[in-house]
């Protein structure tokens, strides 16, 4: 059974800094590619960042180029979203996503940037 769980959510002041995980079970994270999604209070899901089965990042948003690296540890079965200089407009709920046979999600963290 595919399991993804996020976490390391949470309220930050913008200019902060938060790492999401995904830590996944169930199937080979090493053969799988990761992304990192996120949805605002009425906005579509849009996709963040993209990292390849071998740890290329193969996408990532114009809006948090320079700000957030996706990354990956194919050992703990874990995937990474480091959120740098955050800004009120970062707020959403993030989720992360793989591909193994058909798309898998997450149940979301919720990341709040506020003063």
């Known amino acids: 059974q595919v399991q993804l769980v996020e976490s390391g959510g949470g309220l930050v002041q913008p200019g902060g800094s938060l790492r999401l995980s995904c830590a996944t079970s169930?199937?080979?994270?090493?053969?799988?590619?990761m992304s990192w999604y996120r949805q605002a209070p009425g906005k579509e899901r849009e996709l963040v960042a993209k990292?390849?089965?071998?740890?290329?990042?193969?996408y990532r948003t114009d809006s948090v180029e320079g700000r957030f690296t996706i990354s990956r540890d194919n050992a703990k079965s874990t995937g990474y979203l480091q959120m740098n200089s955050l800004k009120p407009e970062d707020t959403a709920v993030y989720y992360c996503?793989?591909?193994?046979?058909?798309?898998?999600w997450g149940q979301g963290t919720q990341v709040t940037v506020s003063s």
């Open positions: 990292i390849s089965f071998a740890g290329v990042v193969l």
């Open positions: 169930g199937f080979d994270l090493s053969s799988a590619g």
């Open positions: 996503n793989v591909y193994w046979y058909e798309p898998y």
